[in-house]
């Protein structure tokens, strides 16, 4: 039997499509592009989908 490989986030930011997760994926994404930063990758969780996409624009 094969064993599941499941991937691996930094961080995971639930309610990402809220008005504070909005907040905290733009603080995130300012952590994520900087050279010297631990944080390289990370994943947003919510209810709706169309609402993730507009919470990364």
Same mark, same amino acid.
């Given at each position: ?9 930094? %961080?995971?930011i639930? #309610? +990402? /499509? @809220? !008005? %504070? @997760?909005?907040? *905290? *994926? #733009?603080? +995130?994404?300012? !952590?994520?592009?900087?050279?010297? =930063?631990?944080?390289?990758?990370? =994943?947003? +969780? @919510?209810?709706? /989908? /169309?609402?993730?996409?507009? /919470?990364?624009?």
């Open positions: 039997m094969t064993e599941l490989q499941l991937p691996t986030y930094d %961080i995971i639930f #309610g +990402a /499509s @809220g !008005f %504070i @997760g909005k907040y *905290v *994926v #733009g603080e +995130a994404l300012k !952590f994520l592009n900087s050279p010297n =930063s631990p944080l390289k990758t990370l =994943s947003l +969780a @919510g209810r709706n /989908s /169309s609402k993730l996409t507009e /919470s990364l624009k």
